[in-house]
């Protein structure tokens, strides 16, 4: 009905291209994003004309910050995608923004930061090119986008995404104290974890406070970050700052299901740590009494 009266007979599809990259956008765009990206399907749009369609829309957009548009409520937005509510006339297709978008960040590859190259690599892959990782990471490279530091902050939160800006050439030396960070930050998911293992990650960085990967994914509790760093030799006896190893940090917070994993692969369990607490002392401190059953049951000194 909104649009109906908003727009008259083959209106809509002359600003369908704009809400198409509204829809595909990770964030908020700014007026010269959106005519850019729009701009990479009819090269013979003026900024004039481009207005023209953002006036026509101005009644389901609204100003964001720093003189962004946006639609005016997200439920409108899984409208125009769900073709049995805003049916064939109205559909949008959110492919075709990632498209848009992915072009305009080809147009200008030399000039992306860390973030916009994380961008067009998700758009890449929503665009429905069917291409394969290769060509889209082929695709990048010849633009001569500057991927290598494309990990320098923050790690993607789709895998699809990492394994593309791996493939590209993201840097991922373990040497470097950032990509030390971005790959703790994969340690809350398996596929992150073994995707940066298999492109030169060391599998015994520490961070700042000595800790490993592994004790780490043992203090979270992830069992299956455990396993794969376990399977890709992880020392078990490394000591962070505070003396304290995998299993110590394991105990304190009570992940039995961890504590049985690094028993079986022969952890040491009468390790103590800089106060002279043993796992199984710490344990008990906090009141796991699970844990405390699995390391008696391994019958420590």
């Given at each position: 009905?909104?649009?109906?009266?908003?727009?008259v007979r083959k209106q809509f599809a002359k600003v369908?291209?704009?809400?198409?990259?509204?829809?595909?956008?990770?964030?908020?765009?700014?007026?010269?994003?959106?005519?850019?990206?729009?701009?990479?399907?009819?090269?013979?749009?003026?900024?004039?004309?481009?207005?023209?369609?953002?006036?026509?829309?101005?009644?389901?957009?609204?100003?964001?910050?720093?003189?962004?548009?946006?639609?005016?409520?997200?439920?409108?937005?899984?409208?125009?995608?769900?073709?049995?509510?805003?049916?064939?006339?109205?559909?949008?297709?959110a492919a075709e923004g990632h498209r848009m978008l992915a072009m305009?960040?080809?147009?200008?590859?030399?000039?992306?930061?860390?973030?916009?190259?994380?961008?067009?690599?998700?758009?890449?892959?929503?665009?429905?090119?069917?291409?394969?990782?290769?060509?889209?990471?082929?695709?990048?490279?010849?633009?001569?986008?500057?991927?290598?530091?494309?990990?320098?902050?923050?790690?993607?939160?789709?895998?699809?995404?990492?394994?593309?800006?791996?493939?590209?050439?993201?840097?991922?030396?373990?040497?470097?104290?950032?990509?030390?960070?971005?790959?703790?930050?994969?340690?809350?998911?398996?596929?992150?974890?073994?995707?940066?293992?298999?492109?030169?990650?060391?599998?015994?960085?520490?961070?700042?406070?000595?800790?490993?990967?592994?004790?780490?994914?043992?203090?979270?509790?992830?069992?299956?970050?455990?396993?794969?760093?376990?399977?890709?030799?992880?020392?078990?006896?490394?000591?962070?700052?505070?003396?304290?190893?995998?299993?110590?940090?394991?105990?304190?917070?009570?992940?039995?299901?961890?504590?049985?994993?690094?028993?079986?692969?022969?952890?040491?369990?009468?390790?103590?740590?800089?106060?002279?607490?043993?796992?199984?002392?710490?344990?008990?401190?906090?009141?796991?009494?699970?844990?405390?059953?699995?390391?008696?049951?391994?019958?420590?000194?």
């Amino acid at each position: 009905w909104l649009c109906q009266r908003l727009f008259v007979r083959k209106q809509f599809a002359k600003v369908q291209p704009i809400l198409n990259v509204i829809l595909a956008a990770c964030r908020p765009l700014t007026t010269i994003e959106l005519f850019h990206a729009v701009w990479t399907k009819n090269m013979s749009l003026t900024m004039e004309d481009f207005q023209r369609k953002l006036d026509v829309l101005s009644k389901v957009l609204v100003e964001g910050l720093g003189n962004t548009k946006i639609l005016f409520h997200y439920s409108f937005a899984e409208w125009l995608l769900d073709v049995k509510h805003c049916t064939q006339k109205y559909l949008c297709n959110a492919a075709e923004g990632h498209r848009m978008l992915a072009m305009s960040h080809t147009c200008r590859a030399k000039e992306l930061t860390p973030v916009d190259v994380q961008e067009f690599a998700l758009h890449l892959i929503h665009s429905n090119l069917q291409l394969t990782n290769s060509e889209l990471a082929l695709w990048m490279i010849w633009n001569g986008t500057c991927v290598k530091d494309s990990l320098c902050t923050v790690i993607p939160k789709e895998q699809e995404v990492l394994q593309l800006l791996v493939k590209a050439g993201a840097h991922v030396n373990s040497d470097d104290d950032r990509t030390c960070c971005i790959v703790r930050q994969a340690l809350e998911r398996e596929d992150s974890i073994r995707t940066l293992l298999d492109n030169g990650a060391s599998v015994n960085q520490c961070d700042s406070n000595g800790r490993t990967l592994l004790a780490n994914a043992a203090y979270s509790g992830n069992l299956d970050v455990v396993n794969l760093l376990v399977s890709r030799g992880s020392d078990l006896e490394i000591e962070d700052a505070n003396g304290q190893t995998a299993l110590t940090l394991a105990a304190r917070q009570g992940h039995v299901k961890v504590i049985n994993c690094l028993i079986g692969c022969g952890t040491n369990i009468n390790h103590c740590d800089h106060d002279g607490w043993t796992a199984l002392r710490s344990a008990a401190w906090g009141g796991h009494t699970e844990v405390v059953s699995a390391l008696l049951y391994a019958e420590p000194k």
